[in-house]
């Protein structure tokens, strides 16, 4: 379950990690309020549980309470990669001197928590990894003795970072709460160093296990709204993680990950109608019931479904996927599908009238899924 930024703000604050002051609004009149409060200038920035916001409009920086108010009725309506705006965050401007990041998430070759470091914050983490490596500090955590504040320090020296203390103190307690919540991600991007050297989240991405949900009660009513959605109850009952989206082509995918980069080449040239992720428990009822919960979207144009079948069988999943295109199915479905039994998937799959795309690109399926619904 991932939060919201306010909502993973409000745990770092908790906890010890310094935040903007700051509220949510959900309309024009509440964002000139919450602006006129603060005083000065503000960043009015859309809650959604994407990335990419600035990119897409969903980040203004104003500097009266009545241009909060004009940015919030511009945010508001957007929807970014597929989500709609879930309100705006209006928070005070900071007097930034440097923006660094620091992330820990949970590394899948060693199941250990991994945390980085880097000096040079506000930007993709991926993206300064590939084109500066040096410039990202990375360790392993026992997960039995935790990062010690020491530890945490001496990341902060190896990345260049100058105000070690500060920033040293921020990582630890980052920490803390990746430990306390049992997240799968916490990240700070940027934390902003200040021109008198304190440090503030100015930003804050908190993603928590699902399968630990049961030990945190205080998540029992985002949990319960979580699943309003009749069609996510009905997956979720099954194991899955659905969605519903705005857009046109419904999503079948076998990971988390794997599905947020099939929605994001999607969204290119058109929107996803839903999110959908199996987990690694495929089964030939399982995929059956993936399809008809796809299906049921008012607007869908098509079905894309990307698996690969690492632990996961996927011939048996191409079973299910055959027995819905039995019963009829009027939209077209291209599928990707990579791994073990891969050829009897795709001939499972070409003969149910499934087109199959063979190719590792994601970008191909894609493309021949929007170019067979005419987006």
């Avoid at 604050?13 to 309020?33: M, N």
């Avoid at 060693?110 to 040096?134: C, F, H, L, N």
């Avoid at 969204?267 to 399982?286: C, D, K, S, V, W």
């Avoid at 063979?358 to 191909?364: D, G, P, Q």
């Amino acid at each position: 379950m991932r939060l919201h930024e306010f909502e993973g703000k409000a745990i770092f604050a908790q906890c010890d990690i310094p935040t903007p002051k700051g509220q949510v609004a959900y309309c024009r009149t509440e964002a000139v309020s919450i602006a006129t409060k603060l005083g000065g200038p503000v960043v009015v920035k859309a809650q959604v549980l994407v990335g990419g916001r600035g990119r897409s409009g969903g980040i203004l920086l104003v500097d009266s309470a009545e241009a909060a108010g004009r940015a919030a009725a511009e945010i508001l309506p957007l929807n970014i990669r597929g989500e709609q705006t879930q309100g705006v965050l209006v928070e005070e401007q900071l007097p930034i001197a440097q923006e660094v990041y620091l992330g820990i998430t949970i590394d899948g070759a060693t199941g250990r928590p991994a945390v980085v470091v880097s000096a040079e914050g506000g930007v993709a983490i991926e993206d300064v990894a590939a084109k500066q490596p040096e410039a990202v500090v990375s360790a392993h955590i026992d997960p039995l003795v935790g990062l010690a504040p020491d530890a945490a320090r001496d990341l902060v020296i190896q990345a260049g970072i100058s105000s070690v203390d500060a920033v040293g103190k921020a990582l630890w307690n980052l920490y803390g709460v990746f430990a306390k919540y049992d997240a799968l991600i916490a990240e700070i991007n940027p934390l902003a160093v200040l021109d008198d050297g304190r440090v503030v989240a100015a930003d804050a991405v908190l993603e928590i296990d699902d399968t630990a949900l049961f030990k945190h009660p205080e998540f029992k009513a985002r949990i319960e709204a979580q699943f309003a959605d009749p069609l996510a109850k009905r997956a979720k009952a099954l194991g899955m993680t659905y969605v519903g989206l705005d857009g046109q082509i419904g999503l079948i995918c076998s990971g988390a990950g794997l599905g947020m980069a099939t929605m994001d080449l999607i969204g290119n040239r058109a929107q996803p109608a839903n999110f959908l992720e199996t987990g690694g428990g495929i089964t030939r009822e399982l995929l059956a019931e993936a399809m008809r919960i796809v299906l049921a979207h008012p607007e869908l144009k098509g079905i894309l479904i990307n698996l690969y079948g690492g632990i996961n069988p996927i011939h048996e999943g191409a079973l299910g996927i055959a027995d819905v295109m039995e019963e009829g199915v009027s939209v077209p479905v291209v599928a990707k599908a990579l791994g073990n039994f891969e050829s009897e998937t795709w001939a499972t799959l070409e003969a149910a009238g499934v087109t199959v795309v063979k190719s590792i690109e994601t970008e191909r399926a894609v493309s021949e899924m929007l170019n067979q619904a005419s987006l």
